[in-house]
């Protein structure tokens, strides 16, 4: 009999596996068998971070409902200290923005190269250009650039976040 909790090789666990592939009624099951809703890959990936980049709603939903924590970061590499939001950002979703928003995401995280989740949104929808990001999810990301701006303006609490010394947002 495999543990709930298990952990491959790679790191990856029932929980990751089932936030990246959508699949709301294990997550459920596995919060509810006491899996905790914030382990992470070695790399820092979280299933809330795989479930908002995908769009997964019912699992961010139940990963949100379950505390798992909106300010975890990945490690290293191009994509270090990305955040859930990063990624929901980045991938244009914006009721994924809004869950984590109203979850307490900080709109002004940063990651390693000091980029906000604002920051990557328009430079994806302006310049076409990061690392793993599909096509069709850069055409989201365009899409919604004015109302992703919107929203994520609306839960900061200082003037703006500026980028190379303009009022960006």
Known sequence: KIPLNYVDV???TFMITAAFTGNHEVVEYLIENGVDPN???KTGLSALMYAAGEGHEKVVQALL???ATTTQTLHGGALGGYTALHFACLTGRLKMVELLLKA???PKAQSHG???PWNIAKSLATDGKHAGIK???RMRC???LKELKALL???EDTESTTVDGKNDL
Do not use: F, I, Q, W
Request: no cysteine; charged share 40%; glycine share 8%.
């Open 10 to 12: 790679d790191s990856r």
């Open 39 to 41: 382990h992470v890959m």
């Open 65 to 67: 409902k379950a505390n």
């Open 104 to 106: 307490g995401a900080d």
């Open 114 to 116: 000091g980029l906000t």
């Open 135 to 137: 096509r069709s999810d």
């Open 142 to 144: 365009k899409r919604n």
């Open 153 to 155: 303006k609306k839960y």
